[in-house]
């Protein structure tokens, strides 16, 4: 059998030697509350910064609230924080928004793994399901709401997530893992991890994941109930730390099979002889692959100077998004600790994307149910930018932060600025007062202004004309792009507060209101019909064709406003309790020509669901045995009496619960751990109908893992 490249790579990043020593990430896992002050983000202001001090709304999952939920990917996990709306739309495919629309094409979220983009430029969103990073390896997951485009640039318009993978020196050591669960779930993990030399560190990890695409029962799947998708994860980190000199060197990737099922047509005019449709079995790949590194030089006075390089390789087959990416991101940015009492960040950027779409013939472009095509298939992206935060400490309780991006793209050819202003107040030693502004936007794509998405629908002798003549039928409804779109825009007014009492309790609590520009909108811009004459299928004189014209623009715009409310409290060393509630709110609007007679166009911004409500418990019983729950609630949306009065498009109300229970003998013993999820919720939809998502039912799963390098094996 011939190995995939990564399983051939992964071992040979595992064979350094074992240590005896107990793994820090044991006890990472073990550790009470931490105190708000004693908390380190980095997502806010690309300095360490203590988390009581920063003046946005920022929410961390921890290392040990990710293993105790259970959550076996990142999109999982980040149910977990407040703001945030997450919705899985079958086994492996999710949408996840903060603070606005939850749609597939959702542009307003910045997504990363130790400050890498995992941004997929070539749809305009993110695969939850492709996301290199393992699950064990990740130390925080870092959660800042509102805009955060001064530091990061395009697309941190409404939020930013930031995956911070463990050092090397604290990865899993010496750990294998099985988990085995309903519906075909396999998971396989090694990871190792060892000294090298007196400054460095290597760390690896490889797994194997098995499962169906759907937990359903449904009619319209027990057909295809043998599918599975198949995805392997490798990945390996090398750090070295002398002096002031720390360098960090990452390579990893990830790779996924999906079987499916896929549609073919074959009008008799460009295929004679054949069968009008072809139902056949197939196979879509997905892959990623990344290498990188950071260098951080630490001077004397405070100083630091920090650089990244990344080189990410990217490419998917399915036909709605055919194409595959090399990019390549440079990053810098300096820090003067101590510029006349302030310090001050200035950095600048370079994201350079060599694109390549699939191409399809004209034959091919009516024979498939939807594909993706464009004139130019290849092209070079460029977006350069420069920024620059002041924290200025205007008293000893009060520090103002001033910062702006200045980003070129060459799509547009414009510069972007993106501005912000933030202060935070001391109360007392144990409370925080902050507000913000911030003016973030979206980065442009080819895939609204230059590529053209074609959904077709075929019928055998399926129109007639007045005369009684039958003819072939083919709908072809084409969504085209629109090079003159304007940048999308997002403005955001922040309030908030934040109280905690030491390792036992943190509160924090955060209000917004934001405006929203230049929202994208599908205008009919021409309807059309012909007929090709002869070449039809028996009975037939010729084949009709209709088509549908439609164009993107951008006349909407929309008003966000709510708030976020979340809890850590520690009671007993041995519980812990986190909760937190969200509520959204959106008010569209509409201008210009295609909103006059048309109030739909506008209202359909409208309807998302308005409230959300988590909450998670951690009982650490014994030394052997720790229990957790958590649970999911998003309320139902409301459609307004003017946009549609349909059902099927209504959000509807979510209420799950998911639970885990482990045991370990000994200390050198393997960890059990019996896990469910969604429970109560058993064959539950998290979309609306009318987009057609899969039941997701209840899961259960065993997993299994040892430490072995945890054991004395001289004993």
Known sequence: MRLPFSAVIAPTLLVAPFTNAESSLNSLLEMSLVSLTDTKVISATRTAQSLADTAAAVYVITAKEINRSGARSVADALALAPGLHVAKYSNYDWGVTARGQNQALNNTLMVMV????????????????????SMDNIEQIEVVLGPVGTIWGGNA??????????????APNGKVAINEGNYHYSEYKLHDSTAVGDYGYLSGYFEFVDHMPWT??????????????????FGARF????????????????????????????PHFLFPGQPDTEMYDTEMTMQEYFSGLQHIYDKENGDSWDNKLWLTYSSNDGTDRDAKFWRLDLDSHYTMNDLWGTQLSIGGNARIIKEKLGTYSIAERYSMPY??????????????????????????????TLGNRWQYNNLTHGIEPQPQVRVSHELSNNQRLWAGWGRAVVTPSRLEQETTFQENYYVESGAFDDAGNQYDYIASYLYRGNENLNIETVETYELGYRVWDDNTMQLSLSGYYSVHDNIRAAKNVSAQGWIITGNSSPGTVGTYIEQYISEYIDPLWSETMGGEVALKWQPLDQLQLNANYSYKR??????GAICSSNNAVKRQLENQPNHFVNAQVMWDITPQWWVSSTMHYVSESTLHEDFLDDPSYIWPKVLSFDASLSWQFA?????????????????????????????NGTQYWLSVEWNYASVNWSE
Not at 586 to 591: F, K, T, W, Y
Not at 671 to 687: F, H, M, P, V, W
Request: charged content about 25%; overall charge negative.
């Open 114 to 133: 130790d400050g890498r983009s995992v941004f997929n430029p070539m749809f305009s969103g993110v695969d939850w399901d492709l996301i290199p990073v």
């Open 239 to 266: 750090d070295y730390q002398k002096f002031a000199h720390t360098l960090s060197i990452q390579a990893g990737g990830i790779r996924s099979r999906e079987d499916y099922q896929w549609l073919k047509y074959n």
């Open 371 to 400: 594909v993706r095509v464009t004139d130019e298939a290849s092209f070079l992206n460029q977006s350069y930018g420069i920024y620059a935060n002041w924290n200025i400490d205007i008293s000893n309780d009060t520090k103002l």
């Open 667 to 695: 200390k050198y013993a393997p960890r059990i751990t019996a896990s469910a999820e969604n429970l109560g919720a058993d064959q539950s939809k998290e979309y609306p109908d009318n987009l057609r998502p899969y039941n």
């Open 216 to 233: 359903s029962t449904e009619d319209r799947v027990q057909p295809v109930q043998d599918y599975n998708v198949y995805t392997e994860r």
């Open 586 to 591: 959106i008010v569209g609007h509409c201008e």
């Open 157 to 170: 318009v409404n939020g930013v997530i930031n995956i911070i993978t463990f050092e090397a020196e604290n």
